[in-house]
């Protein structure tokens, strides 16, 4: 029997408490043990930038973890959300894993999937969309990577408002809105798509859009430790680590 496809996003390391990032690693052994492929829909880190050779190494557990998972053959794609968008050499030769900055297309389920992390999609988040150019140009990676990494860091926790949404985030609603109407919008004009999948919204989503093609959000692991599983036919759910994890 064909194992299934694990997508998760959002998990915001280094933002959220140790004992989220433990529950993390827990879950992907259990990727290990279950899973053909795995996808990460952006802000896996709250921050993540590579100063040449020198990265974050706080975040070294899950880089180690997820580099046992590739070398177990379990294929691993990374996508760059809008807290860590900033990969490079390290996360594709020194991990392993597939890192898209931007949106892709992947098999997914035996359907083809347009995955994109959500941020400044739709008609939502303009100021972000243009604040977005800038931050990815190479003028201002070129200018942040000549700052001193510790200083970088301790910018880049300032400017985060991760751990505002640990208790409550009413624009995730807003978000969830923008984000889920572009989703439906590419299904319908595309029918090639079997899923459209992202995150950004932390909110967990399956919508059938039509029969048997889905927009999928897989949540977060701030508030809802969410992931989600598509069957080799196609077939996506929604779980909970915590109910996994006790069963």
Same mark, same amino acid.
């Given at each position: ?9 959002? @998990? %915001?390391?280094?933002? @959220? ?15 290990? *043990?279950?899973?053909?492929? &795995? ?55 020194? @991990? ?34 243009? &604040? ?9 990676? &070129?200018?942040?990577? *000549? ?11 300032? @400017? ?15 978000? /969830? ?10 299904? &319908? ?20 859009? /039509? ?12 508030? %809802? ?18 109910? *996994?994890?006790?069963?």
């Amino acid at each position: 029997m064909q194992r299934p496809d694990y997508i998760a996003s959002d @998990v %915001h390391l280094g933002a @959220v408490p140790r004992e989220t990032e433990t529950a993390f690693i827990r879950f992907l052994e259990h990727v290990g *043990a279950h899973a053909r492929t &795995l996808l990460l829909v952006g802000d896996l880190f709250d921050f993540w930038f590579e100063y040449g050779p020198v990265v974050p190494g706080r975040h070294f557990r899950v880089l180690a973890a997820l580099r046992e998972l590739v070398d177990a053959g379990i294929p691993v794609t990374l996508m760059g959300g809008n807290h860590d968008a900033w990969g490079g050499h390290f996360l594709r030769e020194e @991990v392993g894993v597939a890192f898209h900055p931007d949106s892709v297309r992947l098999e997914i389920g035996g359907k083809c999937a347009l995955v994109a992390h959500g941020d400044g999609v739709g008609r939502g988040d303009l100021r972000y969309r243009m &604040l977005k150019a800038v931050l990815r140009s190479r003028a201002a990676i &070129l200018g942040f990577r *000549a700052l001193h990494p510790e200083l970088g860091m301790r910018i880049a926790r300032a @400017v985060s408002s991760t751990e505002g949404k640990i208790e409550s985030d009413e624009a995730a609603k807003g978000r /969830a809105a923008y984000i889920a109407e572009w989703a439906r919008e590419r299904l &319908l004009e595309e029918e090639t798509l079997g899923f459209v999948i992202c995150g950004h919204s932390h909110v967990p989503t399956i919508e059938e859009i /039509a029969p048997g093609r889905y927009y999928l959000n897989a949540g977060d692991w701030i508030r %809802h430790d969410t992931y989600i599983t598509v069957s080799a036919q196609g077939e996506p759910a929604l779980h909970t680590w915590r109910q *996994a994890a006790r069963s």
